[in-house]
């Protein structure tokens, strides 16, 4: 868990205890253990200082932003990609037809939909 003070300073801390208004956690370079109270829904530390409380289960549901940039592909694979939408799909398709890293050809309903949806 992360402890995240007002002045801006975060604390690495692992939880010992828990009841429905305290906390009882061993803060990274701290010798004692630490109490915070969880006073009408804000969690403060034993100095009387408010603190913001993020566990670790929660870290783990986010995920790494997406950007416009990751969402670009270059102007061949878009004229490719273009090209097998209006192919026959029961056409054979070659080696070059199948994506890089994917094993379902381009020419497959699913590889051709798949691969520009992917892009």
Not at 9 to 26: D, M
Not at 27 to 53: F, K
Not at 93 to 109: C, H, K, Q, R, W
Request: hydrophobic share 45%.
């Amino acid at each position: 868990m992360t402890i995240n003070y007002s002045d801006g300073r975060a604390v690495e801390a692992v939880l010992l205890t828990r009841t429905e208004s305290t906390l009882l956690v061993a803060a990274q370079g701290a010798d004692d253990v630490m109490e915070i109270s969880n006073i009408n829904g804000t969690w403060v530390s034993a100095d009387c200082e408010p603190v913001a409380i993020e566990f670790a289960w929660r870290q783990l549901d986010r995920k790494p932003k997406i950007s416009e940039a990751d969402c670009h592909c270059s102007p061949e694979l878009a004229a490719r990609l273009i090209r097998l939408l209006f192919t026959d799909s029961s056409a054979d398709t070659t080696e070059s037809d199948v994506l890089v890293g994917s094993e379902i050809p381009f020419g497959s309903a699913l590889g051709a939909a798949g691969a520009f949806a992917a892009v």
